[in-house]
T-cell receptor, first 115, second 112 residues
Framework: AQSVTQLDSHVSVSEGTPVLLRCNYS??????LFWYVQHPNKGLQLLLK??????LVKGINGFEAEFKKSETSFHLTKPSAHMSDAAEYFC?????????????FGTGTRLTIIP | DAGITQSPRYKITETGRQVTLMCHQT?????MFWYRQDLGHGLRLIYY???????DKGEVPDGYVVSRSKTENFPLTLESATRSQTSVYFC???????????FGSGTRLTVV
């Protein structure tokens, strides 16, 4: 079984300050992990992915995430928030087994940027 | 234009009617998926396809039918729409397992 918990449903930060979106996962297997972003009335866009290579993963738009197996976490960070970062963010855990991939989505974190 | 497109963007239909949501991708990706997004449930997989003529059920397949006669198209049909199928539907595609997927912009379906 696998699950993912996004610890905050809503995060507000001021423009130019750091962003931290928290994600914990549970998986019986070595997981792949993803972060997606969804802007209003848009589809989900892949930000970054972890697939057991480097534990610090860099993504698009200055985001990065660190895989910490001991803490079962995959938190998303950005040093300096921009207004365009306002969106919904989803942490996703993936398991590939018997030629199929099962994605489990978190319930999302809405990021608000304060001017 | 390259990408993944869904149509229509918005649809209102009546209970009991059949409705088809279209999904088209231009990358020749092997894998295609249909998800529904509902408040409190996040995204849930309805059906997926690993290649043309190969489809399989996801987490919530009841009341839906899919087909994939061509690699680039993956239509989703609601055979007899119910109010519980009011949702935002997303199509996604990818070249293989574990790569991450590209999502369309969604279809907002309202069943009245």
């Amino acid at each position: 079984a696998q699950s993912v918990t996004q610890l905050d449903s809503h995060v507000s930060v001021s423009e130019g300050t750091p962003v931290l979106l928290r994600c914990n996962y549970s998986s019986s297997y070595s997981p792949s992990l993803f972060w997606y972003v969804q802007h209003p009335n848009k589809g989900l866009q892949l930000l970054l992915k972890y697939t057991s290579a480097a534990t610090l993963v860099k993504g698009i738009n200055g985001f990065e995430a660190e895989f910490k197996k001991s803490e079962t976490s995959f938190h998303l960070t950005k040093p300096s928030a921009h207004m365009s970062d306002a969106a919904e963010y989803f942490c996703v855990v993936s398991r590939i087994r018997f030629g199929n991939e099962k994605l489990t989505f978190g319930t999302g974190t809405r990021l608000t940027i304060i001017p | 234009d390259a990408g993944i497109t869904q149509s229509p963007r918005y649809k209102i239909t009546e209970t009991g009617r059949q409705v088809t949501l279209m999904c088209h991708q231009t990358w020749s990706h092997s894998y295609m998926f249909w998800y529904r997004q509902d408040l409190g449930h996040g995204l849930r997989l309805i059906y997926y396809s690993a290649a043309a003529d190969i489809t399989d059920k996801g987490e919530v397949p009841d009341g839906y039918v899919v087909s994939r006669s061509k690699t680039e198209n993956f239509p989703l049909t609601l055979e007899s729409a119910t109010r519980s199928q009011t949702s935002v539907y997303f199509c996604a595609s990818g070249p293989g397992l574990g790569y991450g997927y590209t999502f369309g912009s969604g279809t907002r379906l309202t069943v009245v």
